[in-house]
């Protein structure tokens, strides 16, 4: 079975940045459509970056500018830069690779 597990997830203030990892147990180069999302607390879970092999990568309105999908061959890892975070940023954040999710890392954007 594929593990996916993500990290680097936080409490950060506003304004401030993160870089969430993905470590897929698949080879990154297996990978035909990944994408990170994010469900806050009472809401649905939403896209906020992903792509899909051959395709261009797709942002969510509410991230787009301050955000950027960046992967690591070598190290067969995949992340989402943020920055200039926001309090409605807070939500845990799965990373889905192919048909795999991970168990997500809480995000949390507070003074």
């Known amino acids: 079975q594929v593990q996916v597990v993500e990290s680097g997830g936080g409490l950060v203030q506003p304004g401030g940045s993160l870089k969430l990892s993905c470590s897929p147990s698949r080879s990154i180069f297996s990978i035909f459509a990944m994408g990170w999302y994010r469900q806050a607390p009472g809401k649905q879970r939403e896209l906020v970056a992903g792509?899909?092999?051959?395709?261009?990568?797709t942002y969510a309105d509410s991230v787009r500018g301050r955000c950027t999908l960046n992967r690591d061959n070598t190290k067969n890892l995949l992340y989402l830069l943020m920055d200039d975070l926001k309090p409605e940023d807070t939500a845990v954040y799965y990373c889905?690779?192919?048909?795999?999710w991970g168990q997500g890392t809480q995000v949390t954007v507070s003074s």
């Open positions: 792509y899909v092999s051959g395709g261009k990568t």
């Open positions: 889905k690779t192919n048909d795999d």
